[in-house]
T-cell receptor
Framework: QQQVKQSPQSLIVQKGGISIINCAYENTAFDYFPWYQQFPGKGPALLIAIRPDVSEKKEGRFTISFNKSAKQFSLHIMDSQPGDSATYFC????????????FGKGTMLLVSP | DVKVTQSSRYLVKRTGEKVFLECVQDMDHENMFWYRQDPGLGLRLIYFSYDVKMKEKGDIPEGYSVSREKKERFSLILESASTNQTSMYLCATTFGRRQGGVDEQFFGPGTRLTVL
């Protein structure tokens, strides 16, 4: 059972455009939703995260939008740059238990110059 | 800065061999995790440990075991490697379970294991 569904699998965006990646979850116990960024040859690194008490969180060019009723959240990358080309993973966790992360399958983003 | 190191970047083993993958962290983190990463499947949790000598199964523990004898070191063991265990293996750590909180996971660079 895939608990976090991520789309699209791959995405090509022109430089300066907006990249949008979507995730949907099923487990209503999830209360922490991070996005990880992975460059080739590196491990993933935390990019930005949100909790369900807010509907949006912005850090620089990166914004998470969260819709609790729809059980969906998305990552928006404004003014996308070639340096943003990477694989992005959404994830979800519950603060009860051991706080393990359930990851989406990932989105390969390519920003063309 | 948190540093998570993995013993090898690339490893080639033969079917049936016993394989050890080691992960070491230098920040006194309590929780350590092993994932495998496969194209189109994302990151899947194999095992995790929240304390020395403690371990919990993740989503795909079959064919794997783990060992945590010291707080800073977490080993993933493939008792008898098979070709379907060819994958990228990632280790991660977190400080510990905070009251009502979830910690950032810090990842190592990964070990790409090929089983022939």
């Amino acid at each position: 059972q895939q608990q976090v569904k991520q789309s699209p699998q791959s995405l090509i965006v022109q430089k300066g455009g907006i990249s949008i990646i979507n995730c949907a979850y099923e487990n209503t116990a999830f209360d922490y939703f991070p996005w990880y960024q992975q460059f080739p040859g590196k491990g993933p690194a935390l990019l930005i995260a949100i909790r369900p008490d807010v509907s949006e969180k912005k850090e620089g060019r990166f914004t998470i939008s969260f819709n609790k009723s729809a059980k969906q959240f998305s990552l928006h990358i404004m003014d996308s740059q070639p340096g943003d080309s990477a694989t992005y993973f959404c994830a979800a966790s519950s603060s009860s238990g051991y706080s393990t992360l359930t990851f989406g399958k990932g989105t390969m983003l390519l920003v063309s110059p | 800065d948190v540093k998570v190191t993995q013993s090898s970047r690339y490893l080639v083993k033969r079917t049936g061999e016993k394989v050890f993958l080691e992960c070491v962290q230098d920040m006194d983190h309590e929780n350590m995790f092993w994932y495998r990463q496969d194209p189109g499947l994302g990151l899947r949790l194999i095992y995790f440990s929240y304390d020395v000598k403690m371990k919990e199964k993740g989503d795909i523990p079959e064919g794997y075991s783990v060992s945590r004898e010291k707080k800073e070191r977490f080993s993933l063991i493939l008792e008898s490697a098979s070709t379907n265990q060819t994958s990228m293996y990632l280790c991660a750590t977190t400080f510990g379970r905070r009251q009502g909180g979830v910690d950032e996971q810090f990842f190592g660079p990964g070990t790409r294991l090929t089983v022939l």
